[in-house]
Nanobody, 123 residues
Framework: QANLVQSGGGEVQVGGSLKLSCVTS????????MKWFRQAPGKEREGVAGIDNLGRRTYAESVQGRFTISRDVFKDTLYLDMSMLKPEDSAMYFCAAAPGGDCPSTAAGFNYWGQGTQVTVSS
């Protein structure tokens, strides 16, 4: 049984930076698509950044140039480096994993989820 445990997050002022981590167990990250999602109150869960089994990265347009997804296969850890944060980045952030190479287009395609961590950007 796969398990994803998140850490990081918190509250930061506009323009600040935060780093999220997601430690995986019970799955081989390099054989999965790994993705960060976020969900703000009253809004749908949206994909933020993903990395497939070949290391190819994709980003939502809203975070392009500000967020960086990476993974350390030796530490079985997925990261999300967030900079130039804006109030609209405030949300609960989740890491997720889907088996196979290609990243599913929706959250429904992901089998495994982290517990979530809150990011709050204050002005």
């Amino acid at each position: 049984q796969a398990n994803l445990v998140q850490s990081g997050g918190g509250e930061v002022q506009v323009g600040g930076s935060l780093k999220l981590s997601c430690v995986t167990s019970g799955l081989t990250a390099s054989r999965h698509c790994m993705k960060w999602f976020r969900q703000a109150p009253g809004k749908e869960r949206e994909g933020v950044a993903g990395i497939d089994n070949l290391g190819r990265r994709t980003y939502a347009e809203s975070v392009q140039g500000r967020f960086t997804i990476s993974r350390d296969v030796f530490k079985d850890t997925l990261y999300l480096d967030m900079s130039m944060l804006k109030p609209e980045d405030s949300a609960m952030y989740f890491c997720a994993a889907a088996p196979g190479g290609d990243c599913p287009s929706t959250a429904a395609g992901f089998n495994y989820w982290g517990q979530g961590t809150q990011v709050t950007v204050s002005s």
